[in-house]
């Protein structure tokens, strides 16, 4: 045992050592000449592929740029943290969902001010990166869902891919055999349900401000008969998109709604073979709505002009016509410069349905904003309850539409 | 530091002891704080700073809003009111009371048969008990991973099993319809929770002296009555014991849920924890999901002081 006086020092330290341990943790601010970014490119190849674009413009500028990533559902709350302890990077990477939220902070810099311009964007990509009339974020390229299939097995049965619901329905049963669902989407209760039920809730006039009506219940009837029909599988209620992709992939679905970030998982697989058709629509001449889905980089305000200056040259460097046609071929993703995505589409003719796609596609939060998630979750309760509980179209959707003004 | 000595002061002069001694009791007694300082500042910066700010959230309007500027305007029962109302979350409550008593029930009801069952000893008695604690091991996430490839109803092995012994036709929807989803999610969580009561509940059996296992079986008691009378009012403490700290971790239950149903079937599996996350962390509403937060707290805030009660009742009585 220490001799006594050493006692009481000895608490005053542990306990000062507490106090400390507290309050230590304050990052270092990045040197000047270091553009710093947050996004949520976590897996390692996404990560490197990153990382190269963002050298090639930086070394031009004399720059470097730091990434750090974190998985994708948490980007939102870490760029929170940080803003509390004021020490958001110069690059902020978001999902397109997700800006209104951060843009309604105004901690955002409008790309406007910072000389970072949109001409010649698709419609669509420079609303994924407004809010309210003004511009936060930029995408450099984007994706949206389309009707993957088999052609072998298309081929067997003397089918074309369908083009109207009313094909959709019957391809999908006529595909359907031993061990193999015509059709497959997913209908979970979270994002990617509701990001798969938009193209027909939107193809067929469905409006995200109104969701009751008879056009959204349509589009659930849809969905509700084929899963009747046997044609696709009860467990879709439970299905996200990858499990979606495992079940074509399994040869357990003959088509499916995916998207493009699916491409790398099929290729991988020497066994299947695919092919992508555009969304189908609710009558032959009707215009494919697809929702638009993928990140905006948003540059947070700083006391430093400077930061903001390299992020917003960097940012211009990244969406020149030459990296975006690069990026978009790197990742699967459509270009957002309309010349680009046609030069994509020659490039790449097995995607071309998306880069067609996305010229028509829509913004979720377009309309509703900040609202969206609220939206997104009564959606979700709609189908799900049509779905796996039996509720009526109508009065599912009346019932959404209650929960989505709930709070107002 | 500064402001110890004067807080130490306080018990220090409360104390009893003789005049002569004060100076001596002062130093045992700022000694005595000074030790417990560092436990009661970490007490307070990790478990009642982030307490109370969670209620006190829940009277705020707290939006992303809140990280730029540092205000949240007081809203008084705003956000209370928009969650009772919500009809989500009457629904999870619920779900959050079932899904806690059910596997309760369940793992502390197999969990005890194990451990009964594994206080003799027999060949290979050691090597089964290390292999049920596997699921223990398990992150709940891959355990619920695993379990809804197992509850596919077409091609899960679950259904498979059941067809193959005639007991359904076209497969249990385990995960697909509101009517079972639920049940489902109350199964895999009892398994995962059998190696946790079976390994406390055995260690309690070891503790019962066996001598009175000897009286009792001179005193003519069957097996039932032996465990009825002996085994059951030997092992109260641990009982206790199990139940509230399976309480405490069930009926926060988030991962679990999140990665077998994500709340589905048409809400048939959101819980108060399912709900607090939705709100926090998808919609940004963090007074929102404060208040349920808050209201899960309270919950076990309950349970907690019945704990102490009941332990400060055992300890009475052993003594």
């Known amino acids: 045992m220490p001799p006594r006086p050493l006692l009481p020092l000895l608490a005053a330290v542990t306990a000062g050592a507490t106090f400390a341990l507290g309050l230590a943790g304050c990052a270092p601010a990045p040197e000047s000449g270091t553009v710093t970014v947050l996004n949520s490119a976590t897996d390692t190849a996404e990560h490197t592929k990153n990382q190269r674009f963002f050298d090639r413009c930086a070394r031009r500028l004399g720059l470097r740029v730091e990434q750090h990533s974190v998985p994708a559902d948490q980007v939102s709350s870490q760029a929170l943290r940080m803003a509390s302890a004021k020490s958001l990077p110069d690059i902020l990477e978001l999902d397109g969902s997700e800006l209104p939220q951060f843009a309604e ?95 027909f809730f939107w193809s067929n006039g469905g409006d995200e401000a109104r969701l009751d009506g008879r056009k959204g ?13 046997g044609s696709v599988s009860r467990s879709v209620v439970n299905w996200n998109q990858q499990d979606v992709n495992d079940q074509f992939v399994a040869g357990r679905a003959a088509m499916m709604i995916n998207g493009p970030w699916q491409v790398p998982v099929l290729d991988g697989q020497e066994k299947v073979d695919w092919a992508v058709a555009p969304i189908p629509v609710p009558r032959a001449g009707d215009e494919a709505v697809s929702p638009i889905g993928g990140t905006v980089m948003t540059v947070p305000k700083s006391d430093d002009a400077d930061r903001e200056e390299n992020a917003a040259k960097i940012l211009n460097c990244l969406n020149t016509a030459r990296n975006q046609l690069e990026w978009g071929e790197a990742v699967n ?31 979720r939060t377009g309309r509703v904003g900040t609202r969206w998630p609220v939206v997104s979750d009564a959606l979700a309760g709609a189908f799900q309850s049509v779905l796996a509980d039996g509720a009526g179209p109508e009065a599912a959707l009346s019932r959404a539409q209650r929960r989505a003004t709930a709070g107002e | 530091m500064s402001t110890l000595p004067t807080t130490a002061a306080a018990p220090a002069a409360t104390a009893p002891g003789s005049g002569t001694a004060g100076g001596r009791n002062r130093r045992t007694a700022l000694l005595r704080w000074a030790f417990l300082a560092p436990a009661l500042l970490y007490m307070a910066a990790f478990f009642g700073y982030p307490l109370v700010r969670n209620v006190l959230m829940s009277f705020e309007r707290y939006t992303p809003t809140t990280y730029f500027t540092g205000e949240a305007p007081f809203t008084g029962l705003a ?97 697909n ?71 405490m971790s069930t009926v926060k239950i988030l991962d679990l849920i999140l990665a077998l149903t994500s ?54 009585t052993g003594k």
């Open chain 1, 105 to 199: 902070t105004s901690g955002l810099r409008p790309l406007d001010q910072l000389g970072v311009h949109t001409a010649g964007f698709s419609r669509s990509a420079v609303a994924l990166g407004s809010f309210r009339g003004t511009r936060y974020g930029i995408a450099r390229s984007v994706n949206s869902l389309a009707l993957y299939y088999d052609p072998d097995l298309l081929r067997e049965e003397h089918v074309e891919p369908p083009r109207t619901w009313e094909e959709l329905r019957a391809t999908a049963r006529r595909l359907t055999g031993k061990g193999t669902y015509g059709l497959a989407f997913s209908a979970s209760p979270d994002a990617d349900g509701v990001y798969q039920f938009l193209p």
């Open chain 1, 217 to 229: 219940a349509d589009a659930l009837r849809l969905w509700r008969r084929m899963v009747d029909d």
């Open chain 1, 333 to 363: 993703n459509v270009p957002t410069r309309t010349a680009v995505a046609r030069d994509y589409a020659e490039r790449r003719p097995k995607l071309a349905a998306f880069a067609e796609l996305v010229s028509t596609a829509r913004s």
């Open chain 2, 79 to 175: 956000n209370w009111r928009a969650v009772l109302a919500d009809p989500l979350f009457t629904d999870a409550l619920w779900h959050t009371a079932v899904f806690t008593v059910g596997s309760l029930l369940g793992q502390f009801t197999i969990g005890l048969a194990l451990a009964v069952f594994f206080s003799r000893r027999f060949r290979l008695s050691a090597l089964a008990r290390a292999v049920l604690l596997l699921p223990w091991l398990v992150p709940m996430v891959v355990a619920a991973v695993v379990w809804r490839r197992i509850l596919d109803q077409e091609h899960g092995i679950l259904n498979a099993a059941l067809q193959a012994v005639g007991l359904t036709d076209g497969g249990v929807p385990w995960l």
């Open chain 2, 177 to 247: 319809s509101p009517g079972v989803a639920l049940f489902s999610a109350v199964l895999v969580n009892i398994w995962i929770g059998i190696p946790f009561n079976m390994v406390i509940l055995y260690g309690g059996l070891q503790e019962i002296p066996r001598e009175l296992y000897e009286a009792g079986a001179l005193d003519g008691a069957g097996p039932w009555r032996t465990f009825r009378s002996l085994t059951l009012p030997m092992l109260r403490p641990v009982v206790t014991v199990v139940l509230v700290l399976g309480f």
């Open chain 2, 263 to 316: 709340g589905g079937p048409a809400d048939a599996t959101q819980t108060l924890g399912t709900v607090t996350y939705e709100m926090s962390f998808m919609r940004l509403d963090f007074g929102q999901g404060a208040v349920v937060g808050t209201v899960l707290m309270l919950i076990s805030a309950v349970f907690a002081v019945l704990y102490l009660r009941a332990n400060r009742a055992d300890t009475g």
